[in-house]
């Protein structure tokens, strides 16, 4: 049972243009999400979050937008660099039961074209 | 600024050795994860660790996998004997968790297991 599903698993754009990468979840649950970035041969580095108490939050060229009543946040980059090419991870945390666990979505490889 | 640290950073076994996969978590974190990702594969969740327990493990987590928190301060993975598809980075994260504000997990740089 995926909770947290990132359906694009890769998407391609220009330098300088907008990126942006969709994730969906199922666990009305989630209080806070977040946007991990890796590199090959790297482990994920945090990136940027979100409290459901919000509805966007930016930091420099990235902003992530939740909209809670569709179960959906974003994660916008703009302007797209080369060097923002990686593997986008959408992970998701709740309070729920004696549980504390980031649930992870399967990964968007995001390739910024020169 | 603190981080996460995994040694080794390669590991080479034989098909069938046990393997123990070392850890060394920020020291104020209360939730520790491991995490791997086959060659050219996803990462998959394996295992959290809270309050000296398995909070959650996945289908992968069979009973070749262990976890332990021996002496406070590292965090090990065992596989008891391994096998060829386990080879794969192995990533430990650890985060706060103790309100929503430190919900933010910090990865090692990974040890990669080759299993021959």
């Known amino acids: 049972d995926q909770q947290v599903k990132q359906n694009s698993p890769s998407l391609s754009v220009q330098e300088g243009r907008i990126s942006i990468l969709n994730c969906d979840y199922t666990?009305?649950?989630?209080?806070?999400f977040l946007w991990y970035k890796k590199y090959p041969a790297e482990g994920p580095t945090f990136l940027i979050s979100?409290?459901?108490?919000?509805d966007k939050n930016e930091d420099g060229r990235f902003t992530v937008f939740l909209n809670k009543s569709a179960k959906h946040l974003s994660l916008h980059i703009v302007p797209s660099q080369p060097g923002d090419s990686a593997v986008y991870f959408c992970?998701?945390?709740?309070?729920?039961?004696?549980?504390?666990?980031?649930?992870f979505g399967k990964g968007t490889l995001l390739t910024v074209n020169p | 600024e603190p981080e996460v640290t995994q040694t080794p950073s390669h590991q080479v076994t034989q098909m069938g050795q046990e393997v123990i996969l070392r850890c060394v978590p920020i020291s104020n974190h209360l939730y520790f994860y491991w995490y791997r990702q086959i060659l050219g594969q996803k990462v998959e969740f394996l295992v959290s660790?809270?309050?000296?327990?398995?909070?959650?493990k996945s289908e992968i987590f069979d009973d070749q996998f262990s976890v332990e928190r021996p002496d406070g301060s590292n965090f090990t993975l065992k596989i008891r004997s391994t096998k060829l598809e386990d080879s794969a980075m192995y990533f430990c994260?650890?985060?706060?968790?103790?309100?929503?504000?430190?919900?933010?997990?910090?990865f090692g740089q990974g040890t990669r297991l080759t299993v021959v």
């Open positions: 666990n009305s649950m989630f209080d806070y």
């Open positions: 660790f809270y309050n000296n327990e398995i909070s959650e």
């Open positions: 979100i409290s459901s108490i919000k």
């Open positions: 994260a650890s985060s706060r968790g103790d309100s929503l504000m430190n919900t933010e997990a910090f």
């Open positions: 992970a998701a945390f709740g309070l729920g039961g004696s549980n504390y666990k980031l649930t």
